[in-house]
């Protein structure tokens, strides 16, 4: 059987690695080269060293939306985790009706970003004109909103990653828990905590780099007013690259220092937790 299998390996992984050189490995060669380089058409670049590089360093527009996206990370990664880990544990109690709930709670996570962008914009711009202003009168408005948005989509996704992880602790350790005396948050915090290390690994790792790389719904939500205050730093990319005429290569250059800041923190983010994951 395992020789009947290796005999057709490259039929099945020939297909998968050429797709993934012609779709992601080329593209990315490829997009390395442009960022230094000025063109308006790949056929037409000319090299011109780290002069892109430079224009990016010298934006502030880009280091706003480095310092909006940054401080919009934070606190989405921490409310989405907080609040997806506490509906799982309510959840997997023994409640009639739970499996309807994760269902409801689940189902944005299925809609598009655009799409939900603009309910959204409904929703929290008809609050608003209670008082008479919307998303765009102050960047702050903007940002709740985006930080509501990211909740409302993510937090389902992430609960029932929990949820698993709380179906499958093993139950002698917890059983040994209560009979050692620990009471429910100690149990909560030196047990079930500890042993969901791997949960935590996967959901932390996934709202960090969605976080960072919030585009469509950032687009539909404000689309960067008031004053490209509420940009973050996918939209910044687009706008630079298809809004500013001679500016293909300077977008390029951010696209290439978003890729490494996004590889850098996920990466980093993987080794912390996993390390943790070790010491249980």
């Not at 050429?18 to 779709?23: D, I």
């Not at 990653?161 to 040994?176: K, R, W």
């Not at 960090?208 to 996918?234: C, H, V, W, Y």
Request: charged share 15%; net charge positive.
């Amino acid at each position: 059987m395992e020789k009947s299998l290796k005999k057709y390996f490259p039929v099945f992984t020939v297909p998968t690695l050429l797709a993934f050189l012609l779709a992601f490995i080329i593209p990315f060669f490829m997009g390395l080269w442009l960022s230094l380089c000025k063109f308006n058409t790949v056929t037409n670049a000319k090299f011109t060293g780290f002069s892109n590089f430079i224009k990016v360093f010298k934006d502030a527009g880009f280091r706003t939306s480095f310092l909006f996206t940054l401080k919009f990370a934070i606190v989405a990664v921490i409310t989405i985790n907080v609040f997806a880990f506490l509906l799982s544990l309510l959840l997997t109690r023994k409640l009639k009706g739970t499996n309807i709930f994760r269902t409801i709670f689940f189902m944005p996570n299925l809609i598009g970003g655009i799409v939900l962008g603009y309910i959204w914009n409904l929703i929290i711009n008809g609050i608003l004109m209670h008082w008479e202003v919307t998303m765009t009168y102050d960047p702050k408005y903007g940002f709740w909103g985006l930080i509501v948005l990211m909740n409302w989509q993510m937090i389902g996704y992430m609960m029932i990653v929990y949820v698993a992880g709380i179906q499958n602790l093993p139950t002698d350790v917890m059983e040994a828990a209560k009979i050692d005396g620990a009471n429910k948050i100690q149990t909560l915090f030196r047990v079930t905590i500890p042993l969901m290390m791997p949960q935590f690994t996967i959901c932390l790792f996934l709202t960090i780099s969605n976080s960072f790389k919030l585009f469509d719904q950032n687009l539909a939500l404000t689309a960067g007013d008031p004053s490209r205050k509420t940009e973050m730093l996918a939209l910044n990319i687009y706008n630079t690259y298809y809004g500013t005429i001679g500016y293909e290569g300077v977008g390029q250059a951010k696209a290439v220092i978003f890729f490494i800041l996004v590889a850098v923190v996920a990466i980093t983010q993987l080794a912390a937790t996993r390390q943790k994951e070790v010491e249980s």
